[in-house]
Every structure is written in C-alpha cells, then in structure tokens.
C-alpha cells in the first residue's frame, strides 16, 4: 500500500510560481515512476508531467512544456512539481500519482496505481 500526500496549492496571481510536492509513504517509492495531473472544473483529468524511478527522464503534457518541472528525491520519498509563469487556464486540482514498481513513466491516468488526495492551485487574472 501507498500513500501520497500533495501539498503547496495554493491562489496566485498570473505570472506567478507555486511548487507542489508529493510525499510518498512505503518503501517502494524508489520503484516507483510517478506523475502529477490536473482536474479543472466541468472538465476530465489530464496529464501534466511524469517522471521515471530514477529522476533521469521526464515527460510533459505539451501545455506546461518549458513552464513546469518535475522533480523527485528518493531519500525524502518526495516528488516536486514547479509551476512557472501561471495563468488561469492552469487552475484546477491537482493530483500527484504512483505506478507502482513500475518504473517507467507514463502519461495515461490508467497506468497509475496510486493517488494522492488533491491539492487546489487557483491562479487569478
């Protein structure tokens, strides 16, 4: 069993930064790839960013390309997500995810065994 906890959601303004992390429980995070998505309101939820079980690959939706960063550190079992120059249209829930030793990264939500509860990222025009 896996337990993912996001934090650092929170309202900015457009232009703005937040940076999101993903605390894993358990042992097998090292096994791990993970990924980060989003859920905008009256909309499906779509892919953001993952990440191998090494940190030596990374894969982005083509919306955040150049804007966001996907990082991880196995010795504190955390992901990151840094958002860059934010504008609304990024607003949403956003979801960190494991597969679980599974160490390849993927883009498909139904590859991912494991979610965390949610952290709301609100950016204001």
Same mark, same amino acid.
């Given at each position: 069993? &896996?337990?993912?906890?996001?934090?650092?959601?929170?309202?900015?303004?457009?232009?703005?930064?937040?940076?999101?992390?993903?605390?894993?429980?358990?042992?097998?995070?090292?096994?791990? @790839?993970?990924?980060?998505?989003?859920?905008?309101?009256?909309?499906?939820?779509?892919? &953001?960013?993952?990440?191998?079980?090494?940190?030596?690959?990374? $894969?982005?939706?083509?919306?955040?390309?150049?804007?966001?960063?996907?990082?991880?550190?196995? @010795?504190?079992?955390?992901? $990151?997500?840094?958002?860059?120059?934010?504008?609304?249209?990024?607003?949403?829930?956003?979801?960190?995810?494991?597969?679980?030793?599974?160490?390849?990264?993927? !883009?498909? !939500?139904?590859?991912? !065994?494991?979610?965390?509860?949610?952290?709301? &990222?609100?950016?204001?025009?």
């Amino acid at each position: 069993q &896996v337990q993912l906890v996001e934090s650092g959601g929170g309202l900015v303004q457009t232009g703005g930064s937040l940076r999101l992390s993903c605390a894993a429980s358990g042992r097998t995070f090292t096994a791990s @790839a993970m990924g980060w998505f989003r859920q905008a309101p009256g909309k499906e939820r779509e892919f &953001v960013a993952a990440i191998s079980w090494s940190g030596l690959n990374t $894969y982005y939706a083509d919306s955040v390309k150049g804007r966001f960063t996907i990082s991880r550190d196995n @010795a504190k079992n955390t992901v $990151y997500l840094q958002m860059n120059s934010l504008s609304p249209e990024d607003t949403a829930v956003y979801y960190c995810a494991a597969r679980h030793l599974r160490p390849i990264a993927a !883009d498909s !939500d139904g590859d991912y !065994d494991y979610w965390g509860q949610g952290t709301q &990222v609100t950016v204001s025009s």
